[in-house]
T-cell receptor, first 118, second 119 residues
Framework: NAGVTQTPKFRILKIGQSMTLQCTQDMNHNYMYWYRQDPGMGLKLIYYSVGAGITDKGEVPNGYNVSRSTTEDFPLRLELAAPSQTSVYFC?????????????????FGPGTRLTVL | AQTVTQSQPEMSVQEAETVTLSCTYDTSESDYYLFWYKQPPSRQMILVIRQEAYKQQNATENRFSVNFQKAAKSFSLKISDSQLGDAAMYFCAYRSGWDRKTSYDKVIFGPGTSLSVIP
């Protein structure tokens, strides 16, 4: 199992450019998440998905969009990049706790994408 | 709304000594889960230990153990025999029970504690 993979690892954007951060998991998890981590801060939830075709906003969704056409993939789209979006982005996946077993609640994280908007 | 607080932005410990990282949370739920994640300089998020709220017994994983005080809403992490590889950011996380309305169980992270290990 590769677990959760993210591409690219690093990216520099100019203000106003757009890009898509890719995230793929091979663990058949129904839940997927996108977080951002600003320097010296914790993780903030951008968007999440509880299954293919179902997505919803998290704490800081403005400036981002997501889609979930398959169980495996959960891309994050940045439209009109702004300097405030400079951050490290983490994708994560897990089973939902509706499975009834705590063991499945663990979130598995990708290695992160460091994005700089200049 | 649930919140997670880590009151120690930075901590340090001598190699081979013991250190305790604090975490408190606020919730009105009775069914939830708590986690400690480690983030080394590589930025990878690594699960250290987990605790189910309905269990009174404190979780233990090798050198890592927790002191879970449900009434006080406290979930501290104790690292024994600290090693240089333990140096990292440590995040406390709260995961709510499954919400039938939203089909989503919320995960909330604390701001983190940066742990340094002194040789």
């Amino acid at each position: 199992n590769a677990g959760v993979t993210q591409t690219p690892k690093f990216r520099i954007l100019k203000i106003g450019q757009s890009m898509t951060l890719q995230c793929t998991q091979d663990m058949n998890h129904n839940y997927m998440y996108w977080y951002r981590q600003d320097p010296g801060m914790g993780l903030k939830l951008i968007y999440y998905s509880v299954g293919a075709g179902i997505t919803d906003k998290g704490e800081v969704p403005n400036g981002y969009n997501v889609s979930r056409s398959t169980t495996e993939d959960f891309p994050l789209r940045l439209e009109l990049a702004a300097p405030s979006q400079t951050s490290v982005y983490f994708c994560a996946s897990s089973y939902g706790s509706g499975t009834g077993d705590m063991f499945y609640n663990e979130q598995f994280f990708g290695p992160g994408t460091r994005l700089t908007v200049l | 709304a649930q919140t997670v607080t880590q009151s120690q932005p930075e901590m340090s410990v001598q190699e081979a000594e013991t250190v305790t990282l604090s975490c408190t949370y606020d919730t009105s739920e009775s069914d939830y889960y708590l986690f400690w994640y480690k983030q080394p300089p590589s930025r990878q998020m690594i699960l250290v230990i987990r605790q189910e709220a309905y269990k009174q017994q404190n979780a233990t994983e090798n050198r890592f153990s927790v002191n879970f005080q449900k009434a006080a809403k406290s979930f501290s992490l104790k690292i024994s025999d600290s090693q240089l590889g333990d140096a990292a950011m440590y995040f406390c996380a709260y995961r709510s029970g499954w919400d039938r309305k939203t089909s989503y169980d919320k995960v909330i992270f604390g701001p983190g504690t940066s742990l340094s290990v002194i040789p």
